[in-house]
């Protein structure tokens, strides 16, 4: 009996398997964290890419930052104080200086949430507002891209002299990489706008890793330049969602710096799909919700073989984290019942999750461990178990000798791929 470990929330389940079959491990690859993070952020701010320093603008009146939500886990500890310093050196009083949450569609953060993803220090000093990209009135339409999406901003972030965005760059499952100007140009955007971008995910170019052909990925790429971002903060986070790196400057510039290095981090190679994947999103906040948890479920799909089972651990302690998933699952008994509507319907952002998880459960047994309720699960379309002991029995009932067990413990930052 050999035993492995997975995120769970904010603590670990223990997994144990029979010697009977191999395991293998995906994860990222060991990659030490930086011995002084500051110090590596305050390099990447003084030795900028792409040409561009915080410098060359002068005599700016005010800065708008986008920063992650509480989905994202965002180092903003250290990324931010070393960034806010060089703005005030510009000349920018506290004040003048606004972090933008950017959630996108995600649920608004209420204040009181503020101290979760930046220190009390940062929120008593400066203003922090977060966006609601169901308001209308908050945002300014610019037009539409070449891909034609209808480009809707926050208006507080196009009328800063200084726009600026921080995140982090790894993997994303149909964007290829989170990072860069997406932190502003979709977290700080109107819902028109994300639905025509997310729809993009069914173009077969969009999938994970994939970034200079990506659809969705070039339409962001091409609204961040009609925006006009002019800095970018990003950091590279190990298997310990501790920082390995920080890349600083033009935001197209950070992201061609970033990616291999992120490639070489988070792409692991397998020989041949696994007839068994047990799975974690990678913990808190990975696992805060359905909408969070899916990607892991889509990343772990990809080496799971048709018909197989995948056990996915996942606390999902805010539920599904999206109202309109859940109203739009209502009376739907199955997974062709899903892909029907959703042709019928169209894309909408939400629903989009309905039709992710079913592309990948409609093909495997998937067994869901988290803190929903089981029936509410059963609405989802999805198995509930109330134990891993539980899920292990099921799922190795039965199983081949010659079957093959595969671990993934943070599935939403690893990138598994088939070796050709």
């Known amino acids: 009996m050999a035993t492995y470990t997975l995120p769970y929330a904010k603590t670990k389940i223990a997994v144990n398997l029979p010697d009977a079959w191999p395991v293998t491990v995906l994860a990222p690859a060991e990659a030490a964290a930086a011995a002084d993070p500051l110090a590596v952020v305050e390099q990447a701010l003084e030795q900028p890419l792409g040409g561009i320093r915080l410098t060359d603008f002068k005599s700016p009146k005010s800065a708008a930052i986008a920063i992650n939500d ?3 886990p965002v180092p903003h500890h250290y990324l931010l104080p070393p960034l806010l310093a060089h703005l005030e050196k510009l000349g920018l009083p506290p004040e ?3 972090l933008l949450v950017a959630t996108g569609v995600h649920p608004p953060m209420p204040p009181q949430e503020f101290s979760w993803i930046v220190s009390p220090e940062i929120v008593s000093r400066y203003p922090i507002i977060c966006h609601n990209g169901d308001d209308r009135a908050s945002l300014v339409q610019l037009g539409r891209t070449e891909r034609g999406t209808p480009v809707w901003l926050n208006r507080l972030f196009l009328e ?3 726009r600026l965005v921080v995140g982090n760059i790894e993997p994303h499952q149909f964007m290829g990489f989170s990072g860069g100007v997406k932190s502003a140009v979709i977290g700080l955007a109107g819902k028109a706008t994300i639905n025509h971008n997310h729809a993009m995910m069914l173009d077969p170019r969009a999938n994970l890793g994939r ?9 962001v790429e091409e609204m961040g330049r009609m925006v006009d971002i ?8 190990n298997q310990d ?18 990616i291999p290095l992120a490639r070489q981090i988070y792409q692991v190679e397998v020989a041949k799909p696994f007839d068994l994947m047990i799975v974690s999103p990678g913990g808190h906040p990975k696992d805060i919700n359905l909408y969070q948890t899916q990607k ?5 799909a990809l080496v799971t073989k048709e018909g197989g089972t995948m056990i996915l651990a996942a606390a999902c302690p805010e539920g599904t984290g999206s109202a309109a998933y859940e109203q739009w699952m209502e009376g739907l008994a199955s997974y062709q019942a899903v892909f029907e ?7 909408r952002v939400g629903p989009h999750k309905a039709f992710q998880i079913a592309h990948d459960a409609s093909r495997m047994r998937v067994l869901l461990l988290s803190q929903m309720a089981p029936d509410f699960v059963r609405r989802l379309l999805l198995t509930p178990v109330a134990t891993i002991e539980e899920a292990l029995s099921l799922a190795l009932a039965g199983l081949q000798p010659q079957a093959r067990i595969g671990l993934m413990p943070l599935a939403n930052a690893t990138i598994p791929t088939l070796r050709a």
């Open 70 to 72: 509480k989905t994202r």
């Open 96 to 98: 003048a200086i606004t």
């Open 160 to 162: 800063a002299d200084l």
């Open 211 to 219: 970034y200079e052909d990506n659809p969705a990925r070039q339409d």
């Open 230 to 237: 002019h800095f970018a903060l990003n950091a590279i986070l």
């Open 241 to 258: 969602k501790e920082i390995v790196t920080a890349i600083a400057g033009e935001p197209r510039a950070v992201m061609q710096a970033g």
């Open 296 to 300: 892991g479920l889509a990343h772990a």
């Open 341 to 347: 509507r959703f042709e019928r319907e169209g894309f």
